[in-house]
């Protein structure tokens, strides 16, 4: 019985320093701060859908702001993971596995029927986890969509109100 014992604490004293080495080499890895890009996806009339990429980095949390000239309106926010107000624009996202890449946010907006528009964004706050701990990061945002849109141009309302003053002079032959 006494070998068996010495045995299993010997397995146990293993497993013990196997998960503290594999655990120090997971949080061991520096994270490096997300890099965002803003590119238009789609427009139909005066709506413009428009996604947000994680290009580089990562975080866990963060919050965007879309900052837009004036007439433009938030329709519809899509994030992925977090919430949207599509009343100012705000978005706050968080997720315990971390954002590494691809689409985090889809927006739709309507844009003036005349005249030009922008939509760009910001980062207010960005958390990423780095050595078993959190740390605020420096999100870059870099893109954004602008355009300018013109009316048709509208047939004339008016009929001309002249009528010929001479008569033909030669008859059908």
Same mark, same amino acid.
């Given at each position: ?104 946010i889809t927006a739709t907006f309507t844009v003036p029927e005349e005249g030009s528009y922008s939509i760009s964004g910001s980062v207010s706050d960005c958390t ?22 013109? /009316? =048709? &141009?509208? !047939? *004339? #309302? @008016? $009929? %001309? +109100?002249? /009528? =010929? &003053?001479? !008569? *033909? #002079? @030669? $008859? %059908? +032959?």
């Amino acid at each position: 019985m006494k070998k068996t014992a010495k045995i299993i604490a010997l397995v146990l004293s293993l497993m013990m320093v196997m998960s503290v080495a594999s655990a120090y080499v997971f949080y061991a890895d520096a994270a490096s701060d997300p890099t965002l890009n803003i590119t238009q996806t789609g427009k139909s009339g005066n709506q413009v859908t428009v996604a947000v990429n994680l290009t580089s980095g990562s975080f866990n949390a963060m919050d965007f702001q879309f900052n837009t000239s004036s007439g433009v309106t938030c329709d519809s926010i899509s994030a992925n993971g977090g919430y949207g107000n599509k009343n100012n624009g705000k978005v706050s996202m968080a997720s315990v596995d971390g954002y590494t890449s691809g689409n985090v946010i889809t927006a739709t907006f309507t844009v003036p029927e005349e005249g030009s528009y922008s939509i760009s964004g910001s980062v207010s706050d960005c958390t990423v986890s780095e050595n078993g701990g959190n740390r605020k990061a420096n999100a870059t945002v870099s893109g954004g969509v602008s355009g300018t849109n013109t /009316k =048709p &141009t509208e !047939k *004339p #309302t @008016e $009929k %001309p +109100t002249e /009528k =010929p &003053t001479q !008569k *033909p #002079t @030669e $008859k %059908p +032959t």
